[in-house]
């Protein structure tokens, strides 16, 4: 494989993670910024309060995107082998 198309593959990488680890991610930002707002309007200052609705998001979430993650990742995973065998 020639450096262009290496950087190329990292790249494409990096694309895939963001893709992948985005909507979890987000899922968990929000329902910890909604848990939060809820604590300090109501006055509830408990850290392990913010831990089952994040859970639960998290779970929802990927319950939800699942089939188009794992399309991602399987398109990926087909194209990195296919270049590794058009290499050897």
């Given amino acids: 494989m020639t450096d262009p198309a290496v950087i190329t593959s990292l790249h494409e990488a ?3 993670a963001a893709q992948l680890s ?3 991610l987000l899922a ?7 848990i939060s707002l809820l ?3 109501t006055q509830i ?13 998290v779970a929802g979430t990927l319950m939800i995107m699942g089939s188009f993650l794992l399309g991602t990742l399987s398109q990926f995973a087909h ?8 290499v050897g």
């Fill in 14 to 16: 990096f694309l895939v």
């Fill in 79 to 86: 194209e990195i082998f296919t270049a590794m065998i058009h």
């Fill in 39 to 41: 604590q300090a309007v």
């Fill in 28 to 34: 968990a930002l929000v329902a910890g910024v909604v």
């Fill in 22 to 24: 985005a909507p979890p």
């Fill in 45 to 57: 200052n408990e850290a392990t309060i913010v831990f089952l609705p994040k859970m639960a998001a």
